[in-house]
């Protein structure tokens, strides 16, 4: 299988925004396993050249990876994924002994069977401040133990280009096997922000889709004129011909009075008192800031406002503030939909960091 390409494997793939990121980069995705079967249906028809593996983790073996993928020894380059960590009791137990890490614990394992040049692994950033950090020293720990060179930070998103304030954190292990001790990975320096590039606003990533039906093919509507767009937009419209995933939905008139009442990057506490309080609104309802990068899209997206319109962001709404590009299109029903976009890697994001990864292995 081996050709000009880098060769990355996705473990915990999701819908696949980690794995478009490295794509974008320049790696061939030769391999996407995660066990929600609407995750890898849209994974793969987003890529179509990839195998998909739709099973839990732990009853995959690395011999049915390297097969699946196509793959001799030593040919896959670098293996991605986020998994769950959820062993945090540090009661004497190592995180990865802890049953309920088994899923982290079958990451490790598969990094230490199928020797990758790098990993990267993802996870919330909350996992690096646990117990005073001990936690992230005993991630570093287990993966120096299997010969990997491991280098942790948090990065966000909107300093790369995403419109959205999502922050994660990042381990990258170097393989000791194949570079030496000179050779060091370099976490991306942030493109925008104070001093740089303007951050993309939620303003910038969406006004373009304003009252545009489902399945419209740009050429067919006015307001798709190329001189109306901005950089961003015109950056995700990349290969496509069709706005997909645009099902605005419909509320009740009640509710769009009330979500009317909420400002621009407002939120519920800008309601009169007496509707703070009722059923009819929830402490969640926050509306997006058009001069601002989005907050976290996340999976539940019913109390999350489009930051003019009086409803919730469409599917493609929340995947342009990720940064997914027009082109991909989501499977199944809109709340899978949603929660796929929620639950991804923004692509942009990941892709500063492939290109880093690309950086070191080509200094091997």
């Known amino acids: 299988?081996?050709?000009?390409?880098?060769?990355?494997?996705?473990?915990?793939?999701?819908?696949?925004?980690?794995?478009?990121?490295?794509?974008?980069?320049?790696?061939?995705?030769?391999?996407?396993?995660?066990?929600?079967?609407?995750?890898?249906?849209?994974?793969?028809?987003?890529?179509?050249?990839?195998?998909?593996?739709?099973e839990d983790i732990t009853l995959v073996d690395a011999e049915t990876i390297m097969k699946?993928?196509?793959?001799?020894?030593?040919?896959?380059?670098?293996?991605?994924?986020?998994?769950?960590?959820?062993?945090?009791?540090?009661?004497?137990k190592r995180m990865i002994d802890d049953p309920r890490n088994k899923l982290y614990k079958s990451f490790v394992s598969l990094v230490e069977q199928i020797q990758p040049k790098v990993f990267v692994m993802?996870?919330?950033?909350?996992?690096?401040?646990?117990?005073?950090?001990?936690?992230?020293?005993e991630v570093l720990s287990d993966f120096s133990a299997i010969g990997y060179r491991v280098k942790v930070q948090q990065l966000s998103s909107d300093d790369y280009g995403v419109p959205q304030q999502r922050k994660r954190v990042f381990f990258v292990g170097i393989n000791e096997k194949i570079f030496n001790e000179n050779v060091e990975f370099a976490f991306p320096e942030p493109t925008h922000g104070v001093?740089?590039?303007?951050?993309?606003?939620?303003?910038?990533?969406?006004?373009?889709?304003?009252?545009?039906?489902?399945d419209v093919s740009l050429g067919e509507n006015i307001e798709y004129s190329l001189s109306a767009i901005n950089d961003y937009q015109r950056k995700m419209r990349i290969g496509s011909s069709m706005i997909k995933n645009h099902s605005i939905t419909i509320h009740k008139e009640q509710t769009k009075q009330i979500i009317a009442m909420v400002p621009d990057g407002g939120?519920?506490?800008?309601?009169?008192?007496?509707?703070?309080?009722?059923?009819?609104?929830?402490?969640?309802?926050?509306?997006?800031?058009?001069?601002?990068?989005?907050?976290?899209?996340?999976?539940?997206?019913?109390?999350?406002?489009?930051?003019?319109?009086?409803?919730?962001?469409?599917?493609?709404?929340?995947?342009?503030?990720?940064?997914?590009?027009?082109?991909?299109?989501?499977?199944?029903?809109?709340?899978?939909?949603l929660k796929q976009v929620g639950n991804a890697v923004p692509p942009l994001m990941a892709e500063a960091i492939a290109k880093q990864v690309i950086e070191v292995i080509e200094r091997r």
């Open 1 to 54: 299988m081996k050709d000009n390409k880098l060769i990355a494997i996705d473990l915990f793939c999701g819908c696949g925004g980690f794995s478009y990121g490295f794509k974008q980069a320049g790696f061939k995705m030769a391999l996407g396993i995660d066990m929600w079967k609407d995750a890898t249906t849209t994974y793969k028809h987003n890529f179509p050249e990839a195998s998909v593996i739709n």
């Open 68 to 92: 699946k993928a196509g793959c001799k020894e030593g040919e896959i380059d670098v293996i991605i994924g986020g998994p769950p960590c959820q062993g945090f009791s540090l009661s004497g």
């Open 122 to 137: 993802e996870n919330v950033p909350g996992l690096i401040r646990l117990f005073g950090g001990k936690v992230k020293e």
């Open 195 to 214: 001093g740089l590039k303007d951050v993309v606003t939620c303003k910038d990533a969406i006004s373009d889709l304003d009252f545009v039906p489902d």
């Open 267 to 337: 939120n519920y506490k800008d309601l009169p008192v007496e509707l703070q309080s009722t059923r009819k609104v929830n402490i969640a309802w926050t509306r997006m800031n058009s001069e601002k990068p989005c907050f976290t899209i996340d999976t539940g997206h019913n109390h999350h406002f489009h930051y003019k319109e009086n409803r919730v962001p469409t599917v493609r709404e929340s995947a342009r503030i990720q940064s997914f590009p027009d082109v991909f299109e989501f499977i199944g029903i809109k709340t899978s939909q």
